[in-house]
């Protein structure tokens, strides 16, 4: 029995996935939207149509839980239209991801036009995507995550980047 246990241990991550931290975040934003509004977490569960384990697994943003339940419980709280996942997805300083989503990155999908959103490209073409179209970025629009990509993509390919 200790075998097991000390197998289980070792088979998760110590810092979680991307998909994890986002799920967690999702299911801080839903406590702290239920608890602003003064709702119990089984008024809300009624209400989202889940039972109260269901929720309390929401909120702890337990990945068994379906996509279905989790648009419930933002549509109950009035936050179905915001955007609840985070613009980018959760990137520590300097790390270059080896596959990058087309539309994770709201002025890499502009500058994109022509690919699906859901197009991976790697590091050197993404960074080949903003240097070729940078005349074309809207500063204005170019969220705090997306200009730290850029940055993190010119210093790791400093030696790709046209002056």
Do not use: C
Not at 117 to 135: F, H, I, K, Q, S
Request: hydrophobic content about 40%; proline content about 6%; charged content about 25%.
């Amino acid at each position: 029995m200790s075998i097991i246990r000390y197998m289980l241990k070792t088979l998760k991550p110590a810092d979680g996935s991307a998909e994890d931290r986002w799920l967690r975040a999702l299911g801080t934003r839903l406590r702290d939207a239920r608890t602003a509004l003064s709702v119990s977490s089984t008024s809300a569960a009624h209400s989202a149509g889940v039972s109260r384990m269901t929720w309390h697994r929401m909120e702890s943003g337990s990945p068994s839980v379906s996509a279905g339940a989790y648009a419930r419980a933002l549509t109950v709280l009035g936050i179905a239209n915001e955007d609840a996942a985070p613009a980018a997805p959760v990137r520590p300083a300097g790390m270059i991801p080896t596959r990058i989503r087309i539309g994770d990155w709201p002025e890499l999908a502009a500058l994109s036009w022509s690919m699906q959103p859901d197009t991976m490209l790697t590091p050197r073409e993404t960074l080949a995507v903003y240097e070729r179209n940078g005349r074309h970025i809207d500063a204005a629009k170019l969220t705090d995550a997306e200009r730290s990509l850029i940055d993190d993509l010119r210093d790791g390919f400093v030696d790709d980047v046209h002056a």
